[in-house]
């Protein structure tokens, strides 16, 4: 898989545990093991490993790293229509309900 490969896939991270799975799905598909991608983001092949398992806890500044260096970048968006937000037209009245199936 390119490095531009998965452009424009959005997926949704609710745990660290989906960006483990996120971030061990993209080195695999660049064909890196977890030497090299720790090696390119300047931590330890544990460190990646306890990411990659969804570890708590993980330094947000080491987590925003291996993703740049794996060019996964974050995007935050509206978590039911997956577009942008506008903070203004936020409703978070609206999403609750929306969520338990009451709007």
């Known amino acids: 898989m390119s490095a531009s490969a998965d452009k424009g896939i959005v997926m949704i991270i609710r745990s660290t545990k989906d960006l483990g799975a996120a971030v061990k799905a993209r080195r695999k ?3 890196l093991d977890q030497g090299s991608l720790a090696a390119k983001v300047g931590v330890s092949r544990q460190w990646i490993g306890g990411l990659e398992q969804g570890k708590a806890g993980a ?3 080491l987590v925003l ?3 740049k260096a794996l060019d996964m970048p974050l995007s935050l968006g509206d978590p039911l229509t997956g577009g942008p937000t506008d903070s203004a037209s936020i409703d978070i009245d609206a999403i609750i309900d929306r969520a338990r199936g009451n709007g």
Request: no cysteine; net charge neutral.
């Open 59 to 61: 330094e947000l500044g």
């Open 29 to 31: 598909g660049l064909g």
């Open 65 to 67: 790293r291996t993703l």
